[in-house]
């Protein structure tokens, strides 16, 4: 079922590369039934994907990636069948990406002290959307001017912690955030867990603490894991009895670990986030075709 659902991509209206409609046609060109479309922090491209999804015949999932403090820490909250016109997740992203702005004149002043001037302007050439200005726009910059050979390459030289243009940032808060998820009617899914390196016991932590304030499901399968997580986070979905989810986190050709439609399906014994959905019917006749073609073949 896995290659059919996708539950967390992004597009301009964050740091993704394809409009929102852009990736709603990638979606269905790539055999996706049921997509998501999670941009950090912002609800603004889910009118237009909508659209797109319908003219394409597939499903569109209201999501959002809110970025949250935990424990000093920056940890990313997927909301899933959030309702985008409630008003306190409205105006808790603002307030994000209002921080995210005064962020960026910190990271641009980092950076022109290691002698690479004028980043702010250059990040804001590569955000689409104005309102969303992140780290992924100030790494476009620095492989276009030369500097560094590709984005993931740029992260681990100038914007993770102890390099030039990494700076502390306070985001929203962690239970807060959950809270307008949960509130607005959605699905508070903890983001690529195996990404934050955060050791056994802080994990375990995190992970109670995001189900004590109402979380209800974790990424298992994300192009941000390895095959060996897969299994670690399932078994940590079974341990914590939270539904799993799936999601490429893909932002474009290039700058992803994998493509839409091209996660491998969820570990035995795991329960679906998508379990109970309504949009599921359509992803299940897609698997269902699939099967059948595939046969015979």
């Given at each position: ?39 950090h ?25 809110i ?30 990406r ?21 980043s ?5 050439a ?67 867990p195996?990404?934050?390196d ?12 995001f ?15 390895t095959?060996?997580?897969f ?53 299940e ?13």
């Open positions: 079922m896995s290659s059919v659902i996708d539950l967390h991509s992004h597009s301009t209206i964050s740091d993704g590369l394809f409009t929102p409609s852009e990736l709603v046609r990638r979606a269905d060109a790539q055999g996706v039934r049921v997509l998501a479309l999670t941009d922090d912002d609800v603004a491209g889910l009118d237009e994907a909508r659209a797109a999804a319908i003219e394409a015949g597939i499903a569109l999932v209201n999501g959002v990636e970025s949250v403090t935990w424990n000093k820490r920056s940890v990313h909250i997927v909301g899933l069948r959030i309702d985008p016109a409630y008003e306190p997740l409205q105006n808790g992203l603002a307030v994000i209002a921080g995210r702005g005064e962020r960026a004149i910190r990271i641009a002043a980092g950076l022109e002290k290691a002698g690479i001037p004028g702010l302007e250059g990040a804001y590569y955000a689409a959307n104005p309102g969303i200005i992140s780290r992924t726009h100030f790494a476009r910059f620095l492989v276009a001017k030369g500097i560094v050979k590709d984005t993931r390459t740029v992260f681990k030289k100038y914007l993770v912690k102890g390099k030039p243009g990494y700076v502390e940032h306070c985001w929203a808060d962690f239970a807060d955030a959950i809270g307008w998820i949960c509130a607005s009617g959605g699905i508070a899914v903890l983001a690529h195996g990404r934050y955060l050791g056994r016991t802080n994990l375990d932590s995190l992970i109670a603490d189900k004590e304030v109402g979380g209800e499901a974790i990424e298992v399968v994300t192009g941000n894991h095959a060996n997580q299994i670690q986070f399932a078994n940590y979905a079974k341990e914590f009895d939270l539904m799993s989810s799936c999601g490429s986190d893909f932002h474009g050709v290039g700058e992803s670990y994998m493509d839409l439609g091209r996660l491998p399906a969820l570990p035995p014994g795991c329960k679906p986030v998508w379990h109970n959905w309504p949009e599921m019917a359509s992803a006749s897609a698997l269902a075709q699939h099967s059948t073609l595939s046969t015979q073949d």
